[in-house]
């Protein structure tokens, strides 16, 4: 599986000839001898200069109005190119020759950095994209004239217009029914307490009850406190999640007829375009995945029967490490295409509970399809862990690229999900001591400020040499830790030395930005049903904040330099112009900085007694760790089959089938349950 480093917007031979173009332009321009232009006035006296600029000027506008479009893509991706390249340290691809090079696609993307992930795609795939973009962020300034340029499509969703109900609900318990393959054709009755169902609701509408994210259609309306509600998959776990009998309180979410929106999708499948769809609905901070919409398979479905083209579903994987903040790294991943099944699309025209079946059959594949670009886990606890676990069994020293990295962290998370389907969720003593430990051992890391590669070369240091118990003189002890301090003092020198580009140009936008993006988490997760801190949202925030205040900071420079100096007009051209050079220079100065930061904690940890004692231990612990993981997953893993044996996994085969063995497993617990209590 290839691997490459930042998606390029055109092709090695494409960028090559774009540089042999400007070269032999830049040539025609500096010699007169070869200027075309002169050349023609000199033959064509009765031309004047103006002449043939005015023609030129009217194609280029000619040019320009005919294909915009394309052009204004083109130059957001230019321009989203350069926002990821200085808000991300680092971006790695992986997959894109999954991705069809001609022809309709549906893009599916898991949604973690609201607004980014839409331009990591973007700016990673080869193909022009249209997004289905939310009409909320639609409105916003900004977001808004950002998404028309990258050719995005609004949609409103229910949630968005989703207001509080008056009263209260409740359900009867014993109308619930238990059977789940039969639940699908029940209904359920509600009944109100002070509310006014007749006016308030509509057949078609969603009831949501508070700290829930999914509704749940209204069947019929029977009067102001009795309605009945239409069971669908997923709906008995809400209401299993509810304090019924007692009375909760609920949301309407009205019926939005979508008929434009899938009108405008299809004919960009039609006439060959992509489509990229977040199916999930809105974007969160959790480490799996959100039950998926249905709109992407109604979208499969009637783009099949409508033009009889099965379009391929590509299943795109963000994986951010530290996407909340500044300099970050991500992976993209895009995995194998997955199509519906055209005899299922009979079913599909006939309605009813049929269509909603292969519609559920086909958003189960898809599901699984995005679960084998990520890496998902129940919560951030056990994706610590599995990180850890990672760090711990792979080679010290090993260069890990983005595909191993990825491979070797979904055999750890499907690995350890197989692992708790044995032993039916109640794992040994020894696991769960191995795992607590697995958990301190990375609390302490984070205690100490150092990482676990660092962790690796403490037992080739000296770090008891200020002891004398260890057998070193006094004069060894003095030498020794005079060496630290002069390190601390190098290392100083050169973070001051990278921070001073960045004090004048980027601190007070970066202050700024993260005052505001905070702020902004605070609202969003204040709104939300699914987000956990609501860390999704700010490093798009930030971006957002960082348009708009950075030219504007450089107004202000370029105002002061203008007023306060004598400056002529050609200097503070090149002054302003060298404004955007200088600040991303200096963001360069400051990572390099930050690298530094980093290096120098272990330094200063040295100069504690105490934190250097628990630095000499780290080695120990580690190497004890490493061992023991190391040998239960050589008793465990031969159960794992291809997850511990394989080499070039499909995953999305193991996905759907760990899918299939939890269904399974519970399935038998609800026997076994049914069982006791008869």
């Not at 318990?173 to 054709?185: C, N, V, Y």
């Not at 909340?324 to 079913?347: I, M, Q, S």
Request: aromatic residues 8%.
């Amino acid at each position: 599986m290839g691997v490459e480093k930042k998606g390029t917007m055109m092709s090695e031979l494409d960028y090559t000839k774009a540089q042999l173009a400007f070269f032999y332009i830049i040539v025609l321009l500096s010699l007169d001898v070869l200027n075309p232009v002169k050349i023609f006035v000199h033959v064509f006296p009765a031309f004047a200069p103006w002449h043939v600029a005015s023609i030129a000027i009217g194609c280029l506008v000619y040019t320009f109005i005919v294909n915009m479009r394309p052009l204004v893509y083109f130059a957001s991706k230019v321009f989203f190119h350069s926002i990821t390249s200085i808000f991300f340290n680092d971006v790695q691809v992986i997959g894109r020759e999954h991705i069809p090079k001609y022809g309709p696609v549906i893009f599916t993307s898991n949604h973690a950095n609201q607004f980014m992930d839409g331009l990591m795609i973007m700016c990673t795939c080869q193909r022009t994209i249209s997004y289905l973009v939310a009409e909320k962020s639609w409105k916003r300034p900004i977001i808004g004239h950002l998404a028309w340029c990258m050719g995005g499509v609004p949609v409103k969703r229910a949630q968005d217009s989703a207001i509080r109900g008056s009263g209260s609900v409740t359900i009867d318990t014993k109308e619930i029914p238990t059977d789940t393959e039969g639940a699908s054709s029940a209904e359920i009755k509600v009944v109100g307490k002070g509310t006014t169902f007749t006016s308030e609701f509509k057949i078609g509408d969603k009831i949501r009850f508070l700290k829930t994210a999914q509704g749940i259609k209204v069947a019929s309306i029977n009067g102001d406190e009795s309605m009945t509600l239409k069971v669908e998959d997923g709906v008995l776990d809400i209401l299993s999640s509810q304090p019924f009998p007692e009375y909760v309180a609920f949301d309407i979410l009205p019926h939005i007829d979508q008929k434009d929106v899938y009108q405008n999708v299809l004919e960009n499948l039609a006439s060959g375009g992509t489509i990229g769809i977040f199916p999930e609905g809105g974007s969160h901070d959790r480490t799996d995945l959100l039950p998926l919409k249905v709109g992407v398979a109604l979208i499969a479905f009637s783009e099949l029967e409508k033009d009889g083209i099965n379009v391929p579903i590509v299943p795109v994987g963000l994986n951010y490490f530290r996407a909340h903040r500044f300099r970050g790294k991500a992976t993209v991943e895009f995995g194998r295409p997955t199509y519906l099944d055209p005899a299922t699309l009979p079913d599909f025209k006939r309605g009813g509970a049929d269509k909603r079946r292969v519609c559920n059959e086909l958003l189960g594949r898809i599901e699984d399809s995005m679960r084998s670009v990520i890496v998902s886990c129940n919560d951030y606890e056990e994706l610590q862990m599995i990180h850890a676990a990672r760090r711990l069994y792979r080679e010290d020293a090993a260069n890990e690229t983005a595909s191993q990295r990825q491979d070797m962290g979904r055999r750890f998370a499907e690995g350890y999900k197989r692992m708790l389907l044995q032993v039916k969720g109640d794992p040994p003593k020894e696991w769960i001591s191995l795992q607590k430990r697995i958990l301190a051992y990375q609390k302490e890391l984070n205690a100490l400020g150092i990482k676990d590669y660092q962790a690796t070369g403490l037992d080739h240091e000296e770090v008891e040499i200020g002891s004398e118990t260890q057998g070193h003189g006094k004069g060894e002890t003095v030498l020794h830790r005079m060496n630290i301090v002069g390190h601390i003092i190098h290392l100083l020198f050169i973070i001051v030395c990278a921070a001073l580009p960045s004090l004048l140009l980027n601190l007070p936008v970066g202050l700024a930005s993260r005052i505001y993006s905070n702020r902004r988490r605070k609202v969003a997760l204040a709104a939300s049903k699914v987000k956990v801190k609501g860390y999704d949202v700010m490093l798009s925030e930030r971006v957002l904040c960082c348009i708009v205040l950075v030219p504007s900071l450089w107004m202000v420079y370029g105002l002061a330099l203008y007023f306060l100096t004598s400056l002529d007009g050609p200097s503070l051209a090149v002054c302003f112009t060298c404004f955007p050079l200088f600040s991303y220079w200096s963001i360069m100065a400051t990572e390099s900085g930050m690298v530094d930061v980093k290096d120098i904690r272990p330094y200063v940890m040295r100069m504690i007694p105490s934190a250097r004692r628990r630095l000499a231990a780290l080695p120990a612990t580690r190497k004890a760790l490493r061992a023991d993981l190391r040998a239960m997953i050589r008793h465990i893993g031969p159960s794992l089959g291809d997850i511990y044996y394989g080499k070039d996994l499909n995953w999305q085969k193991i996905t759907t089938e760990t899918k299939r063995l939890t269904i399974s497993s519970e399935s038998v617990e609800e026997s076994e349950d049914a069982k006791k209590d008869d």
